[in-house]
């Protein structure tokens, strides 16, 4: 079937939520909120080869390990893997970290659940009831006082299996009128009220309202609007925790999720990297790096982010996306030009100016602070430029090009990413640029400097005698000169009849002080036709530059 023509014979708009006296479009983001991971529980029952027991274990042990301290992680009514991991977090779970798990709204299974947790420190019993229209016509075929009822019914079920005959354990009870985005919202606050009387919560125990966009059906706006209404039409809201559980339908989680924040929620429920049903739950690494980079510490770890990546893509059997904020592999690589040029800018200027504030073009976070490095953000296709190239040779040669040779190197690398038609790799380039100028290459080298002698005169003439091999025949050479550069050239002009006019010279030191070597670049007029640079690396300064020479003889051969 086609797209329709006319989409609004079928679809419906999102109605507005009539709030003019809306207060969160003037509110910040300040401080992380609560954070829970349902990565177990939601994002495990989307899987389509749910995870192992093992594979939750060292999940869970990850989540800990990043920091968080609510953990959903089983629905343990509906698989024995789910209840015996259940048993696993109970044994296993750090003090100050609390176990959720979940249940509908089914006698038999809210006793299995209560059941599954038994002799945890701190838990969470999380029930769920769906209360738009459509589901409860469609798939309950129940009234709105009916579907009250039952999640009365059920929580007080809960309270007599949990707090009110247990204080071993530190018990707090989640509610969530499943699919909150699409229902309407007094009676979302209606069953609430209800519920919460039920449960009877405290100041010091608040009672957690979880109001998901189980699916997200309208612009992040107007969840926003709907969790501002929630937020200040529940009675003693300072008894109440405000949980968001955002799906991904239409691109918007984290949005919503952030919007959500400023209209008043307390704590955010999602996965890493938005695993979850369809499109995903709302992504929490995205979440908690967003505050970050605004200056606001998380209270999550991500330093090494790739060891949390490699747990949830070995544990999902999901890649996260190339293009996933923060963690995918491609979100601090630049492989265009410009792009390339303004980041080695950025670097370099904060270098110099040694900046205490992040400001970077093009890079939003240093990618240092989630353990990514710097070698690995710029590489090199055929849509780069020489900035690239010489960033690669840089940090991988110590080589800093001067921007001539930068330039006729990026011809070389263009035409050879052209011809591969892919990424040139960091070795690839390293090892064109040592190909290019004749550098640990001697098997390419038709000329080679064996030895050389100088003398100066009182007149300041310098005269200097060298033994080259062509093609491993031994030549002498002599020339003068009023330096050592020019007497050499002279010597090559006279002797092989190619002239050579240096334009210009640039020399720096490789290595640490002990053994560094001198490192010289010669950009060379040849024969007056073309422009030809050298490289030459030696112990010894003059030496590197004779080098130079000969790295530009070899390309003018090859040539
Ligand atoms: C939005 C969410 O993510 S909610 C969490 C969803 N997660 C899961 O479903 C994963 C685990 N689920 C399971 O293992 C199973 O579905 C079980 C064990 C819960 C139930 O299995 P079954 O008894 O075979 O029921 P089944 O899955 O076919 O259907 C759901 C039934 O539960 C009812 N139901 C659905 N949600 C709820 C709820 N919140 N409270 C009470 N009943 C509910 C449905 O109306 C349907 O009832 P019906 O059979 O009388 O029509
Ligand atoms: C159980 C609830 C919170 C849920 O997963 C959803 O609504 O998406």
């Not at 495990?44 to 390990?65: C, G, H, R, W």
């Not at 301290?69 to 259940?86: C, L, R």
């Not at 024969?527 to 030696?538: C, K």
Request: glycine residues 6%; charged residues 25%.
């Amino acid at each position: 079937m086609p797209m329709l023509k006319d989409p609004s014979t079928k679809y419906k708009p999102f109605p507005p939520v009539n709030l003019p006296n809306r207060q969160w479009p003037s509110k910040c983001l300040e401080k992380a909120p609560r954070w829970l991971s349902t990565d177990l529980r939601d994002g495990n029952q989307s899987l389509p080869d749910p995870m192992s027991i093992a594979e939750k274990k060292t999940y869970f042990n990850k989540l800990v390990e990043i920091g968080f301290k609510e953990i959903e992680v089983a629905f343990p009514a509906a698989s024995q893997i789910d209840f015996d991991f259940t048993r696993y977090a109970i044994e296993n779970a750090p003090p100050d970290v609390s176990i959720q798990v979940l249940s509908p709204c089914r006698e038999d299974l809210i006793k299995r659940t209560v059941e599954a947790v038994k002799g945890a420190k701190r838990a969470t019993i999380h029930i769920y009831l769906a209360t738009s229209d459509c589901f409860r016509n469609v798939v309950f075929n129940m009234t709105k006082q009916q579907s009250l009822e039952l999640a009365v019914k059920c929580t007080k079920l809960v309270r007599s299996l949990t707090k009110d005959v247990d204080s071993n354990t530190d018990w707090d009870f989640e509610f969530s009128p499943e699919t909150f985005s699409d229902t309407d919202l007094e009676f979302s606050v209606e069953i609430c009220e209800a519920v919460k009387a039920a449960w009877e919560p405290s100041e010091a125990k608040p009672i957690i309202f979880n109001l998901p966009a189980t699916v997200e059906m309208a612009t992040p706006n107007v969840y926003a609007d709907q969790i501002e209404y929630f937020s200040t039409n529940i009675s003693h809201r300072d008894q109440v925790c405000i949980s968001l559980h955002p799906h991904n339908d239409r691109g918007c989680a984290v949005a919503a999720a952030e919007l959500g924040q400023m209209a008043g929620a307390d704590r955010i429920e999602g996965c890493l990297f938005g695993n979850g049903e369809r499109t995903g739950n709302v992504d929490l690494v995205t979440l908690a790096l967003n505050l970050y980079t605004q200056g606001y510490t998380p209270n999550l770890d991500f330093s090494d982010i790739n060891s949390v990546i490699d747990v949830v893509e070995k544990s999902n059997k999901i890649p996260i996306h190339a293009r996933a904020p923060y963690g995918g592999s491609l979100v601090v690589c630049a492989f265009s030009g410009s792009h390339q040029d303004a980041i080695k800018k950025g670097f370099n200027n904060r270098q110099v100016k040694n900046e205490q504030f992040w400001k970077l073009p093009y890079l939003p976070l240093d990618p240092e602070d989630i353990g990514r490095t710097y070698e690995a953000i710029i590489r090199v296709n055929s849509q780069s430029g020489k900035g690239g190239s010489a960033w690669v040779i840089l940090r991988n040669l110590e080589l800093d090009l001067p921007r001539g040779l930068q330039v006729e190197f990026s011809k070389v690398v263009q035409n050879q990413a052209e011809i591969k038609g892919q990424e040139l790799s960091n070795q690839e380039l390293c090892n064109l640029f040592k190909n290019e100028y004749f550098i640990d290459t001697p098997d390419k080298e038709y000329y080679k400097l064996v030895d050389y002698s100088i003398s100066n005169s009182s007149s300041g003439e310098r005269t200097i005698n060298f033994q080259l091999l062509i093609d491993n025949k031994p030549v002498e050479i002599s020339g003068k000169g009023n330096g050592a550069i020019s007497s050499f050239v002279n010597g090559i002009k006279n002797s092989l009849g190619i002239s050579l006019d240096v334009r210009h010279y640039h020399e720096h030191s490789l290595g640490k002080a002990s053994d560094s070597k001198a490192v010289t670049y010669i950009d060379t007029e040849v024969n007056g036709e073309y422009i030809r640079w050298g490289v030459g690396i030696h112990e010894d300064v003059t030496q590197a530059s004779f080098l130079s020479i000969i790295s530009i003889l070899n390309g003018i051969r090859r040539k």
